[in-house]
Nanobody, 119 residues
Framework: QVQLVESGGGLVQPGGSLRLSCAAS????????MVWYRQAPGKQRELGAS???????NYADFVKGRFTISRDNAKNTGYLQMNSLKPEDTAVYYC?????????????WGQGTQVTVSS
């Protein structure tokens, strides 16, 4: 079974907003730390934001004041709210999380979701 499923990407105009979701399977007991990365064409993957199992957050400079990472433990889902989007935000966005299940604690990647910011 797929353990992490991403959704919410798409095409948005500069200055617009998107909310990305990263949902764990119902077979997962709980989510530990979750991290959002992005990778633009021709560039290496870069860290965007992270949230600990206790809810502590950290942000890279390129998202400060614009993006918010959050989690809903009851839904086994993490979110990345993206506001004031810029063309340079265009990239594939990936979530990564530690998942606690029957097999113990295991690290997983989401499949990636495309975000395109263009007029």
């Amino acid at each position: 079974q797929v353990q992490l499923v991403e959704s919410g990407g798409g095409l948005v105009q500069p200055g617009g907003s998107l909310r990305l979701s990263c949902a764990a399977s119902r077979s997962i007991f709980s989510i530990g730390a979750m991290v959002w990365y992005r990778q633009a064409p021709g560039k290496q993957r870069e860290l965007g934001a992270s949230i600990s199992s206790g809810g502590s957050t950290n942000y890279a400079d390129f998202v400060k004041g614009r993006f918010t990472i959050s989690r809903d433990n009851a839904k086994n889902t993490g979110y990345l709210q993206m506001n004031s989007l810029k063309p340079e935000d265009t990239a594939v966005y990936y979530c990564n999380a530690n998942l606690n299940g029957r097999a113990g604690c295991t690290n997983y990647w989401g499949q990636g979701t495309q975000v395109t910011v263009s007029s």
